[in-house]
């Protein structure tokens, strides 16, 4: 490698800044949240969040916080219990952020209230 001048240091440094390069252009890329884990399955668990999943297909009201850039589906899941999907919309997909099923929710009213309370308005 010498003889053309570029020492075995210079290669690897050049290696190194490809691999940075690289991962930061995968994280600035990937989807809403964290790529390495799951939010919704981790908090909520994966059958409750797959049933709240089902508000992001078939949702009752939608409801946004402009300030977070962020929607949430309310909806009563597939278990009967009133439920949120929370999600952002990326190149006109929606990419869930969390879904969860409100326990302490009776109603629909109840569910409104409380997505009211964490800042989100009626969606036009």
């Known amino acids: 490698m010498d003889r053309i001048g570029i020492s075995p240091k210079s290669i690897f440094l050049a290696m190194v800044a490809m691999v940075l390069f690289t991962a930061v252009q995968v994280v600035l890329r990937a989807p809403v949240g964290n790529p390495f884990t ?3 399955e981790l908090a909520h668990g994966v059958s409750i969040a797959s049933a709240a999943d089902k508000c992001g ?3 009752v009201v939608t409801w946004a916080n402009k300030d977070q850039g962020r929607y949430a589906d ?4 597939e278990n009967g219990k009133y439920a949120i999907f929370i999600y952002r919309v990326v190149d006109g997909i929606k990419r869930r952020v969390t879904s969860f099923e409100k326990d302490s929710a009776r109603s629909l009213s109840d569910l409104v209230d409380y997505i009211k309370s964490t800042g989100y308005t009626a969606k036009p």
């Open 38 to 40: 799951n939010h919704a």
């Open 57 to 59: 297909e078939n949702p």
């Open 74 to 77: 309310l909806c009563k899941d």
